[in-house]
C-alpha cells in the first residue's frame, strides 16, 4: 500500500509561481512511476506531467509544457511540481499519484494510488 501526501497549493495571482510537493510512503520510491493531475469543476481530471523512476525521464502536457517542471527527491521519498507564469485556467485541485507498471503516463485509468488533492487557484 502507497500513501501520497500533497501540499503547497493555495491562492496566487496570475503570473505568480507555486511549488507542489507529494511526499509519498514506500521503501521502493525510488522505482515509482509518479505523475501529477489535475481537475476542475464540471470537468474530468486531466494529466499535468510526469516522471519515470530510474532515469527521471519527464513528460507534460502541452498546456504547462515550459512553465512547469516536474522533478523528485528520492532521498525524501517527494516528488515536486514547480509551476510559473501561473494562469487563471490553472486552477484546479491538483493530485499526485503512482502509476501501474503496464500502463500510460498520460492516463489517469493507470494510475493505482492517488492522494488527497491539494486546491489551486489563480485569480487574474
Given amino acids: 500500500q502507497v500513501q501520497l501526501v500533497e501540499s503547497g497549493g493555495g491562492l ?12 509519498a510512503s ?13 481537475q476542475a469543476p464540471g470537468k474530468e ?9 530510474g532515469t527521471g525521464t519527464t513528460y507534460y502536457a ?8 516536474i522533478s523528485r527527491d528520492n532521498a525524501e521519498n517527494t516528488v515536486y511540481l ?10 484546479a485541485v491538483y493530485y499526485c499519484a503512482v502509476r501501474d507498471p503496464r500502463g500510460s503516463y498520460y ?4 494510475y493505482n494510488y492517488w492522494g488527497q488533492g491539494t486546491q489551486v487557484t489563480v485569480s487574474s
Fill in 45 to 53: 481530471r486531466e494529466f499535468v506531467a510526469a516522471i519515470s523512476g
Fill in 12 to 23: 496566487v495571482q496570475a503570473g505568480d509561481s507555486l511549488r507542489l510537493s507529494c511526499a
Fill in 107 to 110: 492516463n489517469a485509468n493507470d
Fill in 82 to 91: 514547480e509551476m510559473n507564469s501561473l494562469k487563471p485556467e490553472d486552477t
Fill in 62 to 69: 502541452d498546456s504547462v509544457k515550459g512553465r512547469f517542471t
Fill in 26 to 38: 514506500g521503501r521502493t520510491f525510488s522505482t515509482f512511476r509518479m505523475g501529477w493531475f489535475r
